[in-house]
């Protein structure tokens, strides 16, 4: 069995890692600070591009990068608002790891999108 080693970052939420893998805990719009960002005050493109930076953060942390992601899971409260979800997920992941978008009745916080992955080390 793979063993297991837990990778923290002052920038977002902590992975899991394997000697194969890493995998992301979901990430909300939340900045470094912990101030979540809102509808009222952000666009989804926004909040999107926020949480593939806390992403990222991680998975720096972890000794990987956005370039080393295989799967990608996105949460939406609206999936009316996926095609503003898109077109900022799509310039971070260019090389289109697999992906499944899910319409969800809530997410923490409040936050209308979150977003996780898992990653090659």
């Known amino acids: 069995m793979a063993e297991y080693k837990k990778v923290y970052t002052a920038d977002a939420a902590p992975p899991i890692t394997t000697s194969t893998a890493i995998y992301c805990s979901g990430q909300i719009p939340c ?6 960002l809102t509808l009222s005050t952000s666009s989804i493109a926004e909040m999107t591009e926020l949480c593939i930076k806390n992403l990222s953060a991680v998975l720096v942390a972890a000794g990987s990068s956005i370039e080393k992601v295989v ?12 095609a ?16 499944s978008c899910v319409a969800v009745y809530q997410l923490p916080k409040g936050a209308p999108v979150e977003i996780e992955c898992i990653a090659l080390p």
């Open 71 to 82: 799967k990608v899971t996105v949460f939406l409260t609206s999936m009316d608002s996926f």
């Open 84 to 99: 503003e979800m898109n077109g900022v997920y799509e310039k971070f992941f260019a090389h289109k790891p697999a992906r």
């Open 31 to 36: 900045t470094p600070a912990g101030e979540i």
